[in-house]
Structures are given as structure tokens and as C-alpha cells.
């Protein structure tokens, strides 16, 4: 029997890692096994893919030599950040420069960046269109994942640079559900006036990874983008509506209230949703529904996906 090669997945109980690692372990003849990196190897998600047969082991993004521990004998890695957990592009260029020297020490076969647009390339910080943030950011969790490829290739890490998509449980966990108005009807809130907004199931990300790495080389020092749709603001709004059996409402703003909403980050998002907005050919153009359903043939729609999730959409 053919020894199984090793993708070691960091943030295995989050949602891209989560994913991959199902993916990974559901398919039994694949030739691969997942090493499910995660800092709480006692928690009750990594406790549910030790379930599934995953190798799971301690690992942290702030703890290089953690990582280096945790990478060593694997074929291949996934490497994600998590913004939102400290809000410091720094801090994630640093992650991002830590898990680059870990898969270069490793001598990984293939390494996955799940990466973004480092948005300064279309909005230099001298362009006032939109505000710069942190004094040398546009659109801050973004510029910093792009701005720390090179990390990768400066090392000569085989990597394949994933570019993701809004993600639909953002609906669920992130606050940007429905919400009623003093009408009482439900509304979405976006400030992509009537530009299309490229958005994916969590779970179709770990999929598609997972056919990255049985392609082998084929993407190595490639970008690739995934989606499951390209929807405007009102057709997501009006599917919202169907699924829920109420209607719900597009509510557009501009960047500039949607910057001023005052939770944290709201400038950072307000920046990024123009971004998309302004820049929709570049954005939704990176993102091939072609190409994404040909690496998961399985890719939901997001009419598929909330068949499956409306129940857990939280209505306000």
C-alpha cells in the first residue's frame, strides 16, 4: 500500500482549513492524508477531523518554530492568516513570512498562499478616492496578504497563490445578514452600488485546494481565483428574499456611510466593497466561474448553498 502524502493545513478548524482537510479525508483513494495544524489540538472542532482520521497536531501562526515542527515530512501546505482575530496588517505580514520559512525549511512539494489583491497596484495611496488607512494602506487585510507573496517566492517556495471570494456565511457569522428596517422589512447593506460581488461556500475552498494539490505542478507560481457566483447586491438580496420567504431588500450606500457604520474594520470593508465595486472587471474577471467549477465540480451556487443554510441565517 502506497504511503499517503502528508498536506499539512494550517487553520484546520477555521473555515478555509476546515474544508480542505474534510475534503482531503473524504476522498479515501486520493493519495493524501491531512496534518490539521491548529493552536487548541483540544477543542471540539479539532477533535471532530481527529474524527475523520486527521493527523492533528499543535501549530501557531506567532510561533515560527511551531510551524516548522508542524510542516516537517509534509508533501505539501496550505498556509492562511486570519485577519479579523487582531486587525494588524503587520502582525499578518509577519505570519505570512513565518509560514513561507516553515514550508521552505520543510522542503515542501507544493505550498497554497491563500492570498488577496494588494489593492495599491490600481489605487496608489496617493489617490483620494478612497482614504488611506494605517498610513500605508488602501484596503488593509487585503494589501497585506498580497503584499506578502513575494515572501514566498523570495524563498523559492513552489506556490500556488489562491485568490478567495466574499464568503456567503458572512451572512451567518459576520453581521452582514438581513436586517430589519423601521418598516420591518429585511435588508442587506452593501455599498457595491449595482456591481457584481464574486462570493463562495467556505467549504467549496477546501475543495477546490484540494484539486490543486492532485494537480501537482500545474499551478506551481500561479494565481488562481475561485467563485461560486458572480451576484449584484439586488440579485443576492432577492435570493435572500425566496429562501427566507419574506422579502429582503438592497439597501445600497456609499462607501463613505458604509465607512462611517463604526464597528471595527468598518473602514477597511467600506474600502474593500468600493474597491470591488470600482475595480469589478479586474476583481470578478480573476475569478473564473469556468475555471472554479472545473476544479469542484460539486460548486455550489448560492441558491444551493442557502437551501442548505437559511435556517442559520440570523434575522434581526
Known amino acids: 500500500m502506497a504511503v499517503k502524502k502528508i498536506i499539512a493545513v494550517v487553520g484546520a478548524t477555521g473555515a478555509q482549513g476546515g474544508g480542505l482537510v474534510r475534503a482531503i479525508q473524504n476522498d479515501g483513494n486520493g493519495g493524501f492524508a491531512a496534518r490539521a495544524i491548529t493552536r487548541d489540538i483540544h477543542s471540539g472542532k479539532a477533535k471532530e477531523l481527529a474524527a475523520l482520521g486527521a493527523e492533528v497536531v499543535a501549530g501557531d501562526v506567532d510561533d515560527p518554530e511551531s510551524l516548522k515542527r508542524a510542516f516537517e515530512g509534509a508533501h505539501g501546505a496550505y498556509c492562511v492568516t486570519f485577519y479579523w482575530a487582531h486587525l494588524s496588517p503587520e502582525k499578518e505580514f509577519a505570519q505570512a513570512g513565518a509560514l513561507a520559512a516553515a514550508a521552505k525549511h520543510a522542503r515542501v512539494q507544493h505550498a497554497i498562499w491563500s492570498t488577496l489583491e494588494d489593492t495599491r497596484q490600481w489605487i496608489p495611496l496617493s489617490d483620494d478616492r478612497m482614504p488611506t488607512l494605517m498610513g500605508k494602506y488602501k484596503v488593509p487585510h487585503f494589501d497585506s496578504k498580497g503584499e506578502a507573496n513575494h515572501l514566498f517566492t523570495d524563498l523559492g517556495v513552489p506556490t500556488t497563490f489562491l485568490l478567495t471570494s466574499f464568503y456567503w456565511e458572512n451572512f451567518i457569522y459576520f453581521g452582514t445578514g438581513p436586517k430589519r428596517g423601521p418598516d420591518g422589512i429585511l435588508a442587506v447593506t452593501l455599498p ?122 440570523p434575522i434581526e
Not at 243 to 271: M, T
Request: net charge neutral; glycine share 14%; proline share 4%.
Open 192 to 313: 457595491m452600488g449595482d456591481k457584481k460581488l464574486p462570493g463562495i461556500a467556505t467549504e467549496d475552498i477546501g475543495k477546490c485546494a484540494y484539486s490543486l494539490f492532485q494537480k501537482g505542478g500545474e499551478f506551481i507560481g500561479k494565481t488562481v481565483g475561485i467563485a461560486g457566483e458572480h451576484l449584484t447586491g439586488a440579485q443576492m438580496a432577492a435570493r435572500l428574499g425566496r429562501a427566507l420567504g419574506q422579502e429582503v431588500r438592497y439597501n445600497e450606500v456609499p462607501p463613505e456611510v458604509y465607512r462611517g457604520f463604526g464597528f471595527p474594520g468598518a473602514d477597511d470593508l467600506g474600502n474593500m466593497f468600493q474597491f470591488k465595486r470600482d475595480f469589478e472587471d479586474v476583481f470578478c474577471g480573476a475569478r473564473s466561474l469556468d475555471f472554479s467549477r472545473a476544479l469542484n465540480p460539486s460548486l455550489q451556487t448560492f441558491d444551493t448553498w442557502l437551501a442548505e443554510n437559511k435556517n442559520r441565517i
